[in-house]
């Protein structure tokens, strides 16, 4: 589960910029909000709000780029470039990328920090969370500063139990655990597990169901592939989108063999006046075929209990389906696992559903740079509060400024 996320000089964001889950003892009690093994309260969903090109998106990249930097970047070539976007303006595009994260696994709260830059990472630190009745402290597991004398790293990693001399295998563009993970490091391999279980629909250049994408046509075989190879979670997905009353009573996935693969023939299975009848994926509307899409990462997310991070969550849905979704994670019997998802969203309605510790507002300043803010850091915001009477009034800002 996370705990919170920053980043600065990362995309539109020049300062430095956080989101948190954790919420303190004034939160309502709901099913919304959950105690961790740590301790911790938490919130199990948390929505981005604003107006377009406010840096919505920006801000939901920073948890999937830290698991690219973690698990994956291990994979690209040794002498390849992070791919990595600073802020463009201000002098900054050449000065380095700050990323960090606190998140929890069995109890143990880590905080994992990175600064970087696209010819290689900088700094890298993890700590884990000593918390006493009289103070917080961190200690270290593992660190290691670029130092531009030498031109080598200065490496620590004597509590993490590292193999000897694996300071020597570190590159430059991949992370300790990407690599540690691969030498079957157990605690590295936990941690890899983790986050593992971040699922995501948010690319380098943005949201893979964008029509301006390539990717975009590829989003359905892969994902009715998916289906095809996960039965359980199939039928959870027909069970669903019955439910939510769009004629369905199923889909059927036929896998044909061909010389360079397979072609998929998916069919959605309609009931009319108590008989079948089955029409071509591609004759359902745009509404159905996100839904397939979505209850892929939702499905997933919630049967492991990890984290869903999921931009422009309404398009091609009706408001009330967004809410549908999204109360799959505030619900125990849905989600036993206290799964979290982070979404943004343009479906304002879905403040009316929220507490203002779950609502996280993003804006441009004067100067072009994205800022946001949690609902309940702004004073005067009271827990009973139409938020969203008030958002659509201008009352919280992040609205769009049309001239």
Known sequence: MIHSFSCKNFYSFQKNTTVSFVVNENAPINNGYFKSPSGARLSKVETVIGPNASGKTNLLKIVPFLKWIILDSFNINPSAPIPLQPFMFNGLKNKPTELAVEFEINGNIYLYEFVLNNNRILSEELKVKNKTKQRVTYKMFFSRHWNEENEKYNFEGKNFGLPRGFENLL???????????????????????????????????????????????????????????????????????????????????EKQKQENGFLLNIRATHLFNGQKYYLPIQYESSGTKQLFILLKTILQVLTKGGVAILDEFDVNLHPDMVLSLFDLFIQPETNPKNAQILFSTHSHLVLSKLDKYQIVLTEKNKDGSSESWRLDEMSGVRVDDNYYSKYIAGAYGAIPKIN
């Open 171 to 253: 590159r430059s563009n991949a992370s300790v655990i990407g690599s540690a993970s691969r030498l079957n490091h157990k605690e590295s391999q936990e941690i890899a597990k983790y986050w593992q279980q971040v699922e995501t629909n948010v690319i380098e250049a943005g949201w893979i169901g964008d029509h301006l994408l390539p990717s975009a046509t590829q989003q359905l075989p892969e994902v009715f592939n998916f289906y095809s190879e996960n039965e359980v979670l199939k039928k959870e997905a027909e069970k669903l989108l019955s439910r939510f009353d769009l004629g369905l009573e199923g889909f059927e996935i």
